[in-house]
């Protein structure tokens, strides 16, 4: 079963947007989960990820602006973009890391208009 994103559009730069992402199974949990994203003619990049515990990490084109969080009970993990930038254009996605080729799901698009 695939990973199902959602929570993006389109927004002026400066703005902020939610991301969703549900889970297929309560492993969700204890694995690792990231956020990636994908701009046209780039390869996927890991945008964030939330390790067990909750800690978590940040590319640095994204830290102190992007927040990564799961709601353990909902099986839902979120991705909290603040002051949002053109370069932030992207298809978003969800997976575990390292990422597990059948939960690709269809991503969400986020675009930022400057």
């Known amino acids: 079963v695939r990973l199902v994103e959602s929570g993006g559009g389109l927004v002026q730069a400066g703005e902020s947007l939610r991301l969703s992402c549900a889970p297929s199974?309560?492993?969700?949990?204890?694995?690792?989960m990231a956020w990636y994203r994908q701009s046209p003619g780039k390869q996927r990049e890991l945008v964030a990820k939330?390790?067990?515990?909750?800690?978590?990490t940040y590319a640095e084109s994204v830290k102190g602006r992007f927040t990564i969080s799961r709601d353990g009970a909902k099986n839902i993990l979120y991705l909290q973009m603040n002051d949002l930038k053109p370069d932030d254009t992207a298809v978003y996605y969800c997976?575990?890391?390292?990422?597990?080729?059948?939960?690709w799901g269809q991503g969400t698009q986020v675009t930022v208009s400057s």
């Open positions: 199974n309560a492993a969700f949990r204890l694995s690792t």
């Open positions: 939330i390790i067990r515990g909750d800690r978590s």
């Open positions: 997976n575990s890391d390292p990422p597990d080729r059948s939960l």
